[in-house]
């Protein structure tokens, strides 16, 4: 005689299975029973207040603003070149390289860096030397033209 091939894990799996099925089953059901379908739009609506909360009730018509389009601005004015003032400058030579023809200039009073190159010195210049320069904006940002080695 053959034994039977159903074994008792078997049958154990079988039954979490059927048992977890049924479960699911009954939590579709009681989901559906349960399930409200959809809102009203006076639920749905949503509005802002004047300090910018949402709430579920309509703004006082009476704490309305009115505003004029010409007094608002947006986005930030262009920048003007040449409206910083003396458009001379001063600062201290930070790094160049001969070799390469290259360096940085430290501007003394707004720190910034600004690039140099070999072919808008007027006299040869080193690491360190204190110079007057005014800044052109070139292709690759900020660079400084007319640089004159101060004595």
Known sequence: MAKSQETFGKKEKQKKKLKQRQDKAEKMEERKAN???????????AYLDENGNLSSTPPDPKKKKVFRQEDMEIGVPKHVPGEEGDSIRTGVVTFFNDTKGFGFIKDIVTQESVFIHVNQLSEPIREHDKVTFEVEMGPRGASAANVKKII
């Open 35 to 45: 399930a409200k379908k959809g809102k009203s739009l006076d639920e749905m609506m």
